[in-house]
């Protein structure tokens, strides 16, 4: 897959809505782009789940995941006057709230804005509380109350734009950037899946923000050797500590945990160093927060690594990364399924 398809991709995936708990759009359209590479593949409790080479005794079975859904908001109310209250779904920033576009995914999709006050009235410079959150749909009430229902999810309105030497940024990269690597990874498998030293299963995973849910029912039911978490980290901006951050533009993030299997971090850093391959490693001191905590610890364990792409601006409607991260990390992911260095066992930590 080239970088022009790539990025068309990309950004395709991260313009369906998919808000945590009515992922069902992104679902259909990850599971449409799949099936390219598979008949196996299918929606089971809201995963997307794809099938690659026959699964055997006699090599390991991997698991390779991204999760479907972004954060957003859910009605919690409709006032006499016709504006929308609303609530958090995952981790939202609620700084950058006052006046963004979203839209209310109910009977219909209606647009609207994020109430705030002009400075000339606002008394202070607080951060708008949970109970703070009002939605002016900019149509009537009675309009209102015919679309929209309590539980309607709500996206940021923000569609992706490509930006200057292979940036893009968009509401929802996280995790949709990690679902187009994966499918770029497996694009580049131009071979027999069952010549592999590996089976594998392609998992686009539901309610990641809300828990990794989608993660633990799906490695339940796979029940993985190796598993592969593709999401997103922090990438430097104005301000941040490089310590505690990765950098746009400078590859994958192999991630290091206690909670990780160091085998597998070990050989993803040295498969880069040995091929010349952009990588930065990322130290956490304990779990990730990310998919890889409920697969290290599903049944009776998987060896379970992290492969994040640096991301500006988490949680925002304007998420930032580099084309060429996904391009490393898609670039890892196919090595890894072709090397069979790997093998089944309890992790090595």
Known sequence: ?????????????????????????????????????TDNAYIKNGNVIAHFGERTDKKPHVLIDAHLDRVGLIVTGITEEGFIAADCIGGLDRRIFPAQRVVIHGRENIGGVICTLPPHLKKDSSVMGKDKIFIDPICDRETVREAVSLGDMISFDSPCTELLNGRISGAALDDRCGIAAIIAAVDSLDCDHNSLPYSFTVMFSAQEELGERGACIGAFDIDPDISIAVDVSFALCGGENPRK?????????????????????????????????PYQTEVMNGTTGTNADRFSVNKCGS????????????????????????????????AFLKSGNISKGGADR
């Open 245 to 277: 951050c990765g950098v746009l533009g400078k590859g994958c993030m192999i991630g290091t945990a206690p909670s990780l299997d160091r085998e597998l971090s070990r050989w993803f850093m040295n498969y880069s160093k040995e091929n010349d391959l």
């Open 1 to 37: 897959m080239d970088r022009k398809k790539l990025t068309e991709l990309v950004i395709k995936l991260a313009d369906s809505y998919g808000v945590s708990g009515n992922e069902s759009d992104t679902a259909a359209l990850c599971l449409s782009e799949i099936k390219k590479y």
């Open 303 to 334: 060896k379970a690594v992290t492969l994040s792409i640096p991301l500006r601006y988490m949680h925002t409607p304007a998420e930032v990364i580099d084309i060429t991260d996904c391009e490393s990390t898609a670039a890892l992911i196919a």
